[in-house]
Structure formats: structure tokens, C-alpha cells
């Protein structure tokens, strides 16, 4: 599945729409498709000139996989006229989804105790003897076969985005702790994964931790027995030439999927845009591959002929260009990086990327706005949504898959953040909040904006009672003590 972006003020529900699907590099499309299919491994290379710094992430391709509806037709469009690069999840879309942020509270700083501790996430081990560009050809049965019985199916349940995400998790604890990429948990409620080596083995997963920028997640299997990790190799090791396995769930069939390559370049750094939600990340270091990989292959392996995981497959191409130009190209973060953010996540210590547990949740959906006016904020949300107000007193509360429009009638204030919906079940909808009503501060810090209001509860998280302060749409002020669920993770 493809990344997607983690910002709350960024518009669209949260997550954002067309957030989910098998983990793929980073825009782990939840269209299922079926996977693009790519030169040979052995294709040379295009010159490293031929590949733009800047890409564009997007839905991948069509095709009516089994199991998922069609996907929407791909809004692609690639920077400098370059190949397309996505995050490799395989998901199914929901329709209808109207446009706005929901407000998610994030926990940047404290947090809940992790299950793990440091000692539990393994470090880089040299490189075996032979593992080099010299070395002899790599004997794809014999990698695949060592390294899958360390891998996991991973699946995804977006319940707020109506839709699911199906990607790839590395076991490296035998205590069942999995690391994966974070677009492909992003936006889940829910998580389980299926041993690859027996299908019928599912465990309910817990998101310890993530780290979105460099897009990194933390899971723990729970009640999994005595488990196989993969083995690690050491990515500072590896040079160019180095054949490689790439395994992952490709195409979100299940089970591990063999593509070989070879490392064709090193410490590359790209610029992904989401279309899914409009934003850009950067991916630095990563490593470079001209294996096969397909949609659902995100956070799978990237394996040296010793059997030994020197990546986490994250990235790759899939525009029908890079399909007659001679090159695939794929893109794995090296796996010292991976494993540095996964033993600070189960050491529990957060800092201003790397996230513990998931994040408190509210539930209401603001404008896409700058404004602090609320009916400018109503102005710009129509804009956004291309429709009009809906009548007043209607959508007291959202589901999942509602097209959601904007309040014709506003709270009668200056300076805050309009509500345009609110998920039903959630806290703010059992609170008494609706369409129409707006936010003007949360323990006692003032809203004046959409995103001042996601800025002011970075802070908080699961379980926490904060003081919400609104203006209903009739003009009354409202004080409530709330105490926030778990949200998605983000």
C-alpha cells in the first residue's frame, strides 16, 4: 500500500480518502488491481540521469482482483515527466467519501507503555561471506524459503475510511513483534496477521508505535506463540550489484511472491505525492532495486542470497512509461534505519516523529480552511467538496461512506473551527455535537482555525478527559469534559 499523508489539518476524512490497501510502497493503494507487472530482474538499468528526484504516488493500475471491488481510475501525474513511484498496499476504496479533515488527537509526546522493551528488536549483523555483487547467483528457492517463515500477511481494517489495507509484516522477535511500513497500518482501527507458512494461524496485532515520516511501524502479535523472526543482514554493507529477493504479499493473495534483482544504487532520495491526500513526503537513503515488486509487497523483505533481510520494501513504479523504457524500479528503506526507529518504539520513547500506541480520537470532521471565519471556513469547504450546504438540520452524524456536504447554518461566532460532520458513535457525537456547531477552545487553549484546533491537542491521547468549548449553530455555548478513544493509527 501506498504512504499516505498524516496530517490532520490536510482535508479529507482521517484518514484521507483512498487511504488503504495492500502496503506497497507508499501508496498502498487500496484498489486491489493486479499488480503491475514490470521488465525482467535482469533488465539493465536506465541511467541514474533517467530518474527524477521528485515522484508521484497514486492509485496503482486496474483490475478486478478477487475479493476487491475495481479501483478508481488512477489520478497519476509524474514530477519532470518522470515514472510514477507508489507505496505498495493493496486496498479497496470507498465511495462517497466527502471532503474535510477529521480530527483525530495525536499523541506526539507521552504515551502508553509499550509491550517490548529495546532488547527485543535485534541489531544489523554482517553481511554473509558471498552476499556481494561477486558473489555466486542467487538461488531464489532457497532465500524464499529461509526468509518466509520470519513473514506475515498483514490486514488492515480503515473503519473510518470504509475501507481495508493489505500489505506485508517482518516477525523479528520470537515474542511476535513485527515490523512493517507505517502506510501500511495507517488509518487502521484494526489489525491482524496470518503467518505466511500456515494461513489458518491469525493474530489479532497491537500498534505499539509508528513513525509516519520515515515510514516505520511497530506491531505486536497477541497470544503468538514462540514465533521464527527473519535474520538480519547490515544495509551499510551492501554495494552495488548485490543480488537481492524481494518477498512480499504481492497483489494481497497472500502468502510470499519471489522477485529477483540486483542492488543497482544506493542512498537514494525521493519525493513522493500522496494523490490520495494531495501531499508530498520525503524518503531518504533508500536502496534501489530493479526486482519485481508489486502492490501488497510493502513492508516485505528485500533479501541478500544468504537469506538475510538487508530492507524493508516500501516504494516502486508503475507507470505503463517504465514498462518499455528497460527499468523497474523499486525502493526498500534499509533495514539498520528500520530497526533503529523499531527498538526507540519499543523502548517507548516518543519525540516529534516517532508516535507510541495510537492516538486519542475525537471524531469530528472540520473545514478545509485557513480561515478562522466560519463561514469563510464554510465557503472554502464547498469549494473543496465541489457541492453546496446541505439543509440545515440535516447529517446530525456521519458514517464511514456518507458524501458529507456543509451546514447551512453556522454558529453565529467570529473565530474557531466549524464542524462539517461528525462520525456517529464517536466521542463529539455522543458530546452533542453536529454540523454547524464550531470549536473555540479545548482545555482552555483557544481554536481559531481547523488547524490550530489539530495543533492545540497534539498532546493528548487515548483515555485522557480534555474540556471542549463550542458554539452550537442556534448560538448557545456548550463546556463538555471528554474522554477520547483510541483512534486510528496514523
Avoid at 136 to 152: F, I, S, T
Avoid at 367 to 392: C, E, I, L, V, Y
Amino acid at each position: 500500500m501506498m504512504r499516505e499523508n498524516e496530517s490532520d489539518g490536510a482535508g479529507g476524512w482521517w484518514p484521507p480518502p483512498g487511504h488503504g490497501g495492500q502496503a506497497g510502497p507508499r501508496d498502498e493503494y487500496r484498489g486491489e488491481g493486479a499488480g503491475t507487472r514490470w521488465p525482467a530482474p535482469d533488465a539493465t538499468p536506465a541511467p541514474e540521469s533517467d530518474y527524477p528526484d521528485t515522484l508521484a504516488f497514486g492509485p496503482p493500475p486496474g483490475g478486478d482482483g478477487p475479493g476487491w471491488p475495481a479501483p478508481e481510475p488512477p489520478r497519476t501525474r509524474s514530477a519532470r515527466g518522470g515514472r510514477l513511484l507508489v507505496y505498495l498496499a493493496v486496498a479497496a476504496l470507498a465511495a462517497g467519501i466527502g471532503a474535510g479533515a477529521t480530527i483525530a488527537f495525536s499523541q506526539h509526546h507521552a504515551g502508553p507503555a509499550a509491550e517490548a522493551s529495546s532488547g527485543d528488536v535485534p541489531g544489523p549483523h554482517d553481511n554473509a561471506s558471498g552476499s556481494g555483487a561477486s558473489s555466486a547467483p542467487l538461488d531464489p528457492e532457497a532465500v524464499q524459503k529461509k526468509v518466509a517463515r520470519g513473514l506475515v500477511d498483514i490486514a488492515s481494517n480503515l473503519r473510518y475510511s470504509g475501507e481495508t489495507a493489505e500489505g506485508t509484516g517482518m516477525i523479528i522477535s520470537s515474542s511476535g513483534l513485527v515490523l512493517t511500513n507505517n502506510h501500511v497500518i495507517d488509518g487502521a482501527t484494526g489489525v491482524r496477521a496470518n503467518l505466511v507458512t500456515s494461513s489458518d494461524q491469525s493474530y489479532t496485532a497491537r500498534v505499539l508505535g509508528y513513525d509516519a515520516t520515515h515510514d516505520v511501524a511497530l506491531l505486536q502479535l497477541q497470544g503468538a506463540p514462540r514465533l521464527t523472526p527473519v535474520s538480519f543482514g547490515n544495509s551499510s554493507q551492501v554495494r552495488l550489484g548485490t543480488p537481492v529477493l524481494a518477498l512480499g504479499n504481492a497483489e494481497g493473495h497472500g502468502g510470499t511472491k519471489p522477485a529477483a534483482g540486483i542492488i543497482n544504487a544506493l542512498d537514494r532520495s525521493i519525493q513522493a505525492s500522496d494523490e490520495g491526500s494531495n501531499s508530498t513526503e520525503d524518503l531518504n537513503h533508500m536502496l534501489q532495486t530493479n526486482a519485481r515488486i508489486e502492490q501488497g509487497d510493502s513492508g516485505g523483505a528485500l533479501a541478500n542470497n544468504a537469506g538475510q533481510v538487508i530492507g524493508m520494501i516500501t516504494a516502486a513504479n508503475t507507470s505503463t512509461s517504465s514498462q518499455s523504457s528497460g527499468g523497474t524500479l523499486g525502493f526498500a528503506i534499509p533495514i539498520n534505519t528500520a530497526l533503529a526507529i523499531a527498538r526507540q518504539i519499543a523502548a517507548g520513547q516518543a519525540s516529534q516523529v516517532v508516535h507510541i500506541g495510537l492516538p486519542g480520537f475525537l471524531g469530528v470532521q472540520v473545514a478545509t480552511s485557513d480561515s478562522s471565519n466560519p463561514q469563510q471556513q464554510a465557503d472554502d469547504q464547498a469549494k473543496a467538496a465541489g457541492h453546496g450546504r446541505m439543509p440545515a438540520g440535516t447529517g446530525s452524524c456521519s458514517t464511514s461512506n456518507q458524501q458529507s456536504g456543509v451546514p447551512a447554518k453556522i454558529a453565529p461566532i467570529a473565530a474557531g473551527a466549524l464542524i462539517v460532520g461528525v462520525l456517529c458513535n464517536s466521542v463529539a457525537e455522543v458530546a452533542g455535537l453536529v454540523p454547524g456547531d464550531v470549536i473555540t477552545s479545548v482545555n482552555n487553549q483557544p481554536v481559531t482555525t481547523p488547524g490550530s484546533l489539530t495543533a492545540i491537542t497534539s498532546t493528548t491521547h487515548p483515555g485522557e478527559v480534555v474540556s471542549v468549548l463550542w458554539v452550537t449553530r442556534d448560538g448557545v455555548e456548550h463546556s463538555r469534559m471528554m474522554r477520547l478513544d483510541p483512534g486510528p493509527a496514523r
